[in-house]
C-alpha cells in the first residue's frame, strides 16, 4: 500500500502543469508494464480478464490497454461483462436486489463469446439496457484468432468466469491503492478515493443526488468485499490507479455542483465514515481540466474523456 501527505500534493501543486503531466507518465509507464506482459505471454494466453471495484478506473485502465496494444500492431477486441447481466425477471431469488452479485451474470453465455471470438468466427454479442433490466439487443463482432480478448467487470476474477478460460488468461486488477496522510495524521483510505469519484461521475451522468451516492456507498463496498476483494489473488498484476493531482480537479468540480456545502455537510459525512475525505474535499488547492490529457483515466469522472463510456 503506498502512502503520500498531503501537504505534497500541495508542494506539488505549485507547478500544476507539470505535476499533471509527471502523474500521467507514471500511469502510463504502468499501461506499458502491463501490456509488455500481456505480450510475453501471449502465445498461450490469449484473453486478459481484467476486474476492480466500483470506481476504480477498470473501464479506461482496460481502454489504454486495448489503445497501447493496437498503437504497436496487435489486435484487440474489448467485452464488456456489463452487458452479460441477466435480465432482471431471469435472476436467481438469492441474485434478485443484489447488483454486485455474480449471479446476475449469464456466465455461459458470456465464456461462449469469448471463447467464439477468439477462434475467429462471427460472435453475436449482446447490449444490456440498464433502464429497462434486460438485454437491449445485439450486435455482431467479427472474432480474429490473432486477437487479444480483453473482457472488464466486476467479476472477471470470480471462479465462476476465470475458472472456464483460466490457462489461457491474464488476470489484472486495478483499484487505487494509495492511503492520504492529512496535516493533522488522518488518512484518505482507497475506497474513499473511490467514492469520490462516484460523486462526480454519478452525479455527472447517472442523475444521482450526492446524498444517494454516499448512500449507496455502504452496500458498493459490501458487495466489494463479499465477492470482489476474495478473488484479487487470481490477478498476476496489480494496477495502482490513482493519481496523485486527482483530489484537486475532483474537489474543484465537485464544489461547484451548487447542492455540494448543502448535500455533503460534516454531520452527514461523519455518519457515513467520510468526514476525512469531507474535510479534505474543502481545502485541497483546485486544478483545471485543460491540463488533463483527453485519455486519462480520470477523465471516466471529471468528463471531457476522449473514450466512449
Not at 478506473?57 to 490497454?65: D, H, I, P, V
Not at 498476476?236 to 464544489?255: P, S, V
Request: charged share 25%.
Amino acid at each position: 500500500m503506498r502512502v503520500i501527505d498531503i501537504e505534497n500534493i500541495t508542494y506539488n501543486m505549485r507547478n500544476d502543469t507539470q505535476f499533471v503531466l509527471r502523474c500521467e507518465e507514471v500511469f502510463h509507464d504502468k499501461i506499458s508494464a502491463a501490456a509488455a506482459h500481456i505480450l510475453s505471454v501471449r502465445a498461450n494466453k490469449p484473453f486478459v480478464a481484467l476486474t476492480g471495484p466500483s470506481g476504480s478506473g477498470k473501464t479506461t485502465t482496460a481502454m489504454r490497454l486495448k489503445a497501447y496494444l493496437e498503437n504497436l500492431g496487435v489486435p484487440v477486441l474489448m467485452v464488456s461483462m456489463d452487458h452479460f447481466f441477466l435480465d432482471m425477471d431471469k435472476r436467481p431469488p438469492e441474485a434478485v436486489g443484489d447488483w454486485e452479485s455474480p449471479l446476475c451474470v449469464n456466465v455461459e453465455l458470456l465464456t461462449s463469446c469469448l471463447e467464439s471470438l477468439s477462434v475467429g468466427k462471427k460472435t453475436e454479442m449482446p447490449w444490456y439496457d440498464f433502464r429497462s433490466g434486460k438485454t437491449g439487443g445485439w450486435n455482431t463482432v467479427q472474432g480474429n484468432p490473432d486477437a487479444i480478448i480483453l473482457a472488464e467487470g466486476i467479476h472477471m476474477l470470480n471462479p465462476l468466469i476465470l475458472d472456464r478460460i483460466r490457462d489461457r488468461a491474464t488476470g489484472i486488477y486495478v483499484a487505487p491503492r494509495t492511503r492520504i496522510i492529512t496535516a493533522d495524521d488522518r488518512v484518505v483510505k482507497p475506497e474513499q478515493i473511490r467514492v469520490a469519484r462516484r460523486l462526480l461521475r454519478d452525479h455527472a451522468t447517472r442523475g444521482h443526488s450526492l446524498r444517494d451516492t454516499v448512500a449507496r456507498a455502504q452496500s458498493v463496498d459490501v458487495g466489494e468485499q463479499n465477492y470482489i476483494a476474495p478473488y484479487k489473488a487470481n490477478a498476476e498484476l496489480h494496477i495502482d490507479t490513482f493519481h496523485d493531482y486527482e483530489l484537486c480537479i475532483l474537489a474543484k468540480y465537485l464544489r461547484e455542483i451548487p447542492q455540494f456545502a448543502q448535500d455533503l455537510t460534516p454531520e452527514f459525512m461523519a455518519e457515513h465514515h467520510l468526514r476525512v475525505l469531507n474535510d479534505v474535499l474543502h481545502v485541497i488547492p483546485p486544478l483545471r481540466t485543460q491540463y488533463v490529457p483527453q485519455d486519462s483515466l480520470i477523465r471516466e469522472f471529471v468528463g471531457g474523456s476522449c473514450f466512449t463510456y
